[in-house]
């Protein structure tokens, strides 16, 4: 149901704009977070964006503050993850995931989402 794309290779201090496409109803309803995964390290929260309830209100990670930007457009089912002045150790696999009725204590958390999707590798070369 989800579908992340917009990933790439990219230099220090680039851009680039991921997309995850969401399939099915209601999708005003559901908070969308991003995460990520470096190679041999943990998947990590990265920004969230709550559903109609919350607001639409976000939260991002505190390395990401002021470089990374996420939004929804609900006409489209689709949320972004802009993402500009892009360091090395912002290279990693990318993941969005969906969920209802996450409250804003807990949009860090992975459990709180019920769908994922496939990832998108982003790749910051110095």
């Known amino acids: 149901q989800l579908q992340a794309s917009g990933g790439g290779l990219v230099q220090d201090g680039g851009s680039l704009r991921l997309a995850c496409a969401f399939s099915?109803?209601?999708?005003?309803?559901?908070?969308v977070g991003w995460f990520r995964q470096a190679p041999g390290k943990e998947r990590t929260f990265v920004a969230a964006?709550?559903?109609?309830?919350?607001?639409?209100?976000?939260i991002y990670t505190d390395s990401v503050k002021g470089r990374l930007t996420i939004s929804r457009d609900n006409a489209k089912n689709t949320v972004y993850l802009q993402m500009n002045s892009l360091r090395p150790e912002d290279t990693a696999v990318y993941y969005c995931?969906?969920?209802?009725?996450?409250?804003?204590?807990?949009?860090?958390?992975?459990?709180?989402?019920?769908?994922w999707g496939q990832g998108t590798q982003v790749t910051v070369s110095s």
């Open positions: 995931a969906a969920g209802s009725s996450v409250i804003q204590s807990n949009l860090a958390n992975q459990l709180a989402y019920a769908y």
């Open positions: 099915g109803l209601s999708f005003s309803r559901y908070s």
């Open positions: 964006v709550r559903g109609s309830s919350g607001g639409y209100r976000t």
